[in-house]
Protein backbone atom coordinates (compact mmCIF):
# COMPACT_ATOMS: atom_id res chain seq x y z
CA UNK A 1 0.00 0.00 0.00
CA UNK A 2 1.33 3.41 -0.87
CA UNK A 3 1.42 6.11 1.76
CA UNK A 4 -1.15 8.54 -0.06
CA UNK A 5 -3.63 5.92 -0.12
CA UNK A 6 -3.48 5.24 3.91
CA UNK A 7 -3.91 9.04 4.07
CA UNK A 8 -6.40 9.29 1.88
CA UNK A 9 -8.61 6.77 4.21
CA UNK A 10 -7.27 7.80 7.24
CA UNK A 11 -8.50 11.33 6.45
CA UNK A 12 -11.81 10.17 5.36
CA UNK A 13 -11.95 8.70 9.08
CA UNK A 14 -11.03 11.65 10.38
CA UNK A 15 -14.48 12.61 10.99
CA UNK A 16 -16.69 11.35 13.73
CA UNK A 17 -19.87 10.77 11.68
CA UNK A 18 -17.74 8.89 8.77
CA UNK A 19 -16.03 7.18 11.18
CA UNK A 20 -19.22 5.88 12.70
CA UNK A 21 -20.98 5.42 9.45
CA UNK A 22 -18.11 3.23 8.49
CA UNK A 23 -17.89 0.90 11.73
CA UNK A 24 -21.61 0.35 11.66
CA UNK A 25 -21.20 -0.64 7.75
CA UNK A 26 -18.19 -2.48 8.97
CA UNK A 27 -20.15 -4.42 11.05
CA UNK A 28 -22.66 -5.47 8.92
CA UNK A 29 -20.11 -7.27 6.79
CA UNK A 30 -20.58 -8.18 2.89
CA UNK A 31 -24.23 -8.21 3.62
CA UNK A 32 -23.70 -3.76 3.79
CA UNK A 33 -26.27 -1.59 4.83
CA UNK A 34 -28.70 0.85 2.77
CA UNK A 35 -28.64 4.35 3.56
CA UNK A 36 -32.03 4.18 4.82
CA UNK A 37 -30.93 1.39 7.38
CA UNK A 38 -27.95 4.16 8.48
CA UNK A 39 -30.00 6.85 8.32
CA UNK A 40 -32.33 4.81 11.15
CA UNK A 41 -29.27 3.75 13.19
CA UNK A 42 -27.37 6.96 13.31
CA UNK A 43 -29.96 9.58 12.61
CA UNK A 44 -28.40 11.51 10.33
CA UNK A 45 -30.05 13.58 7.49
CA UNK A 46 -29.93 12.48 4.16
CA UNK A 47 -28.10 14.93 2.50
CA UNK A 48 -25.51 15.31 5.17
CA UNK A 49 -25.44 11.15 4.67
CA UNK A 50 -24.94 10.95 1.21
CA UNK A 51 -22.44 13.27 1.21
CA UNK A 52 -20.14 11.17 3.64
CA UNK A 53 -20.94 8.30 2.19
CA UNK A 54 -19.39 10.00 -0.99
CA UNK A 55 -16.36 10.56 0.48
CA UNK A 56 -16.30 7.12 2.07
CA UNK A 57 -16.55 5.55 -1.40
CA UNK A 58 -13.86 8.11 -3.20
CA UNK A 59 -11.17 7.07 -0.11
CA UNK A 60 -12.42 3.14 -1.50
CA UNK A 61 -13.15 2.36 2.26
CA UNK A 62 -16.97 1.17 1.26
CA UNK A 63 -18.04 -0.43 -2.25
CA UNK A 64 -21.19 0.29 -3.63
CA UNK A 65 -23.81 -2.03 -5.27
CA UNK A 66 -27.20 -1.50 -6.89
CA UNK A 67 -29.22 -4.13 -5.83
CA UNK A 68 -32.91 -3.32 -7.51
CA UNK A 69 -34.07 0.37 -6.69
CA UNK A 70 -31.15 0.56 -3.03
CA UNK A 71 -27.83 0.78 -3.18
CA UNK A 72 -25.68 -1.73 -0.75
CA UNK A 73 -22.79 -0.06 1.32
CA UNK A 74 -20.09 -2.54 2.08
CA UNK A 75 -17.05 -2.34 3.89
CA UNK A 76 -13.68 -3.01 1.11
CA UNK A 77 -12.46 -5.92 3.26
CA UNK A 78 -9.27 -6.09 0.83
CA UNK A 79 -8.80 -2.10 1.85
CA UNK A 80 -8.78 -2.68 5.49
CA UNK A 81 -6.89 -6.07 5.75
CA UNK A 82 -4.29 -3.86 3.73
CA UNK A 83 -4.41 -0.65 5.77
CA UNK A 84 -3.74 -3.10 8.96
CA UNK A 85 -1.22 -4.64 7.45
CA UNK A 86 0.56 -0.90 6.54
CA UNK A 87 -0.01 0.21 10.26
CA UNK A 88 1.86 -3.40 11.50
CA UNK A 89 4.25 -3.79 8.76
CA UNK A 90 7.23 -2.53 11.12
CA UNK A 91 5.40 -3.08 14.35
CA UNK A 92 7.60 -4.08 16.98
CA UNK A 93 11.48 -3.94 15.58
CA UNK A 94 10.17 -7.25 14.01
CA UNK A 95 9.42 -9.13 17.60
CA UNK A 96 5.93 -10.80 18.48
CA UNK A 97 3.39 -8.25 19.24
CA UNK A 98 2.13 -9.45 21.43
CA UNK A 99 2.36 -7.34 25.10
CA UNK A 100 2.96 -9.14 27.94
CA UNK A 101 0.36 -9.68 30.63
CA UNK A 102 0.64 -6.67 32.88
CA UNK A 103 0.15 -6.86 36.07
CA UNK A 104 -1.64 -3.96 38.28
CA UNK A 105 -0.14 -2.68 41.75
CA UNK A 106 -2.70 -1.90 44.37
CA UNK A 107 -1.82 0.99 46.63
CA UNK A 108 -2.09 -0.07 50.47
CA UNK A 109 -3.75 2.42 52.46
Given at each position: ?10 L ?20 G ?77
Amino acid sequence: MKNIDAVAAFLALGQESRLNIFRLIVQRGDVGLTPTQIIEKLGIPNATLSFHLKELVQANLLLVERQSRNLIYSPNAVLVQDLSTFLLDNCCGGKACTPEKITRKTKSI
